[in-house]
C-alpha cells in the first residue's frame, strides 16, 4: 500500500496520475469532479468512433454538477450512465476492439470516476503507440490534476477581486483561452494578495482548463 501523505513539493513535481491519486486530494464537488472527468477524457475522446459516447463529454462540459444520477447507490453499473451517458455505456458493451475501443473504455471509466482504472489503462493501451494521443499521458493527467485540485484549501480576500479582475476570469472560464493568467498575477498583486500558492498558480506555464481552481475562487465557483 502507498504511503497516503504527500508533501507539497512531491505534488507539484509528480508525473505520476496514479500515485497522485492515490494520495486523496482529487475529490471536492459534483462540479469539479464533472470538469476533471471531462478535461481527463478529453485526452481519448477524439479517437472514439461513437458519435453518441463523444457527446456525453460535450454536454458534461457545458453542464457540469448535473448530470443524472441515483439517488440512492446504484443497484448496476448502468446506472452511473443515465440519460446523455447512456450512449456512452451502450458503446463501451459492444466491446469493440482497436484503438477506438480502447478509447472508449478508459472514457467509460472516467465517466464512473473510476480513476484507479482508467489511469493504468491509458499507460498499457497505448504504449505501444507513441503519438496517437498527441500528448504524454503521464504529463497531461498529472498537470490537469494539479489544475483543478488545490493541494490545500485556500480562500480569497473579495477585496482583491475587481470588477475587471473578475470579468477577465469570466472569460477566461468561458472561452478556455487561459493565456491571460500571468495578468490575473499581476493584478491581484497590486490588490495586496501575497499567497503564493495562488500566485504561483497563475504564473506557471502549465496548462490550464475549466475548472481552474485559481480561476474557480475568484469568479466564486464551487
Excluded at 508525473?15 to 470538469?35: A, C, F, H, T
Excluded at 462540459?61 to 456512452?88: C, I, K, M, Q, S
Aim: glycine letters at 6%.
Amino acid at each position: 500500500m502507498r504511503d497516503p501523505t504527500i508533501t507539497e513539493s512531491e505534488w507539484l513535481a509528480s508525473n505520476d496520475p496514479e500515485e497522485m491519486y492515490d494520495r486523496g486530494i482529487v475529490r471536492g464537488s459534483r462540479r469539479r469532479m464533472d470538469l476533471f472527468c471531462v478535461a481527463c477524457a478529453r485526452l481519448v475522446c477524439h479517437l472514439m468512433d461513437d458519435e453518441g459516447a463523444r457527446h456525453a463529454f460535450e454536454w458534461l462540459e457545458t453542464n457540469p454538477g448535473r448530470r443524472e444520477t441515483p439517488t440512492e447507490p446504484a443497484g448496476h453499473v448502468r446506472d452511473l450512465f443515465r440519460g446523455v451517458a447512456r450512449a456512452l455505456y451502450e458503446a463501451h458493451h459492444r466491446r469493440k476492439g482497436g484503438v477506438s475501443g480502447a478509447a472508449t473504455h478508459i472514457a467509460y471509466d472516467f465517466w464512473a470516476d473510476w480513476y484507479e482504472y482508467a489511469f493504468p489503462n491509458v499507460r498499457e493501451y497505448f504504449a505501444e503507440m507513441p503519438g496517437i494521443l498527441r500528448e504524454d499521458p503521464l504529463i497531461y493527467l498529472s498537470t490537469v490534476m494539479r489544475d483543478i485540485f488545490p493541494f490545500r484549501t485556500v480562500s480569497i480576500n473579495p477585496a482583491w477581486v475587481t470588477s475587471d479582475l473578475r470579468a477577465l476570469c469570466v472569460g477566461m472560464y468561458d472561452s478556455q483561452n487561459f493565456a491571460a493568467m500571468p495578468t490575473v498575477a499581476h493584478a491581484l498583486t497590486e490588490a495586496g494578495c501575497a499567497n503564493q500558492a495562488i500566485l504561483a498558480h497563475c504564473r506557471t506555464t502549465s496548462r490550464h482548463v475549466r475548472g481552474c481552481w485559481v480561476v474557480d475562487l475568484l469568479i466564486g465557483k464551487e
